[in-house]
């Protein structure tokens, strides 16, 4: 299939989920039920998306667990994004250094 | 009108910033996966979400149909009605439904979250501008990632893919640490995934992450279910 319509189709789904309650949609959602569900998909998506794709992300599972190890430890300790994003890839670059050394 | 467009290009700066890596991480991505520069800037401009984008790539990488493409997107990016929604109730009454259908496009996890904490209503001139500044950096930094996920040696690009997870990792870890009902759906969900990709690989990616996150979410507000205050609190 070509690429343009999986982008186009993933775009118009993207775009409908936000406009039509922008656009059209009044008053709340009362369920409790669903507002749980919804406040915990966020958390959930991100979590089965990192996992276990983090695990071999770099295409040699030690490179990618020692920048898995290094975010978790950097996001534990409440660094900005940004710097748990660049040290984990910094650091499964120094791991394939020198794991190509030895 | 005119101050009100730069008021907003002005909030909108520290998400263009934070953007800007993000996608940078989302372009060197695209390149892992063999799409083309083109492609990876075509997604970011036509879909401004992080999350449903790595999924979606995920989804085109592995040939998926495009009923999973429609689902896995639904899924994802279903917190962004209740954003709209939330929205739809601030809004100045000079945002017609051509306004509407523009704005619509730019509602983000930040955008939402600055647009919320505004007092006044929110005008389309303030919304265009909060918008336009996290698009540029949005569209830039996939290019700049996509360009770079091109020449730069494999090495440095297979660790640069892991910049999108590490950032996730970085947005779920801290909330986490001080609810104990986040960690448990943040754990159930990673527990779900690998038993599908070690077990039960005939499950597509895309698919995988639905019911991974479906499943422990749904677990999740049975078990813990979230009061208004909470979610409010949590919410930014």
């Known amino acids: 299939m070509s690429i343009a319509v999986y982008i186009a189709v993933m775009a118009v789904t993207t ?4 406009v039509i309650p922008f656009a059209a949609v009044r008053g709340k959602i009362k369920s409790p039920f669903i507002n ?10 991100l979590s089965a998306m990192t996992f276990p794709a983090i695990f071999y992300a770099t295409g040699n599972t030690v490179t990618s667990i020692v920048g898995t190890v290094a ?7 409440d660094l900005p994004l940004i710097v748990v994003a660049i040290g984990s890839s910094a650091s499964a670059f120094i791991a394939g250094l020198i794991i190509g050394i030895i | 009108m005119k101050n009100k467009f730069v008021m907003g290009m002005r909030h909108g700066v520290p998400i263009m910033l934070g953007y800007f ?3 940078f991480g989302f372009g060197v991505l695209c390149i892992q996966n063999n799409l083309s520069v083109l492609a990876a ?10 999350a449903g984008q790595v999924a979606g790539v995920a989804v085109i990488a592995a040939g998926g149909s495009l009923i999973e493409m429609i689902l896995c997107q639904l899924v994802i990016n279903l917190r962004y009605s209740l954003m709209s929604l939330s929205l739809s109730q601030k809004l100045d009454s000079s945002f017609n439904l051509m306004h509407r259908l523009f704005v619509g496009f730019g509602i983000t996890d930040e955008i939402f979250a600055v647009a919320s904490a505004q007092t006044e209503p929110l005008t389309p001139p303030y919304m265009y501008g909060l918008i336009l500044t996290p698009f540029l950096g949005w569209s830039s930094g996939t290019l700049l990632g996509a360009i770079a996920g091109d020449i730069m040696p494999a090495s440095v690009t297979a660790a640069l893919s892991l910049m999108l997870y590490g950032m996730f990792i970085a947005i779920i870890i801290p909330p986490a640490k001080k609810n104990t009902k986040l960690l448990f759906v943040i754990l159930l969900s990673a527990a779900v995934s690998v038993v599908f990709h070690y077990l039960l690989p005939m499950v597509s ?6 019911i991974s996150a479906l499943i422990s979410s749904i677990t999740a507000a049975l078990i813990f279910p979230v009061s208004a205050k909470e979610r409010g609190e949590a919410a930014e």
């Open chain 1, 15 to 18: 775009y409908l989920i936000r």
């Open chain 1, 36 to 45: 749980s569900v919804l406040y915990y998909i966020p958390y959930a998506v």
């Open chain 1, 71 to 77: 975010a978790l430890i950097m996001a534990f300790f």
């Open chain 2, 21 to 23: 890596s993000v996608s």
């Open chain 2, 41 to 50: 800037v075509g997604i970011s401009v036509t879909n401004l979400t992080s």
């Open chain 2, 205 to 210: 990616s895309g698919f995988a992450i639905i």
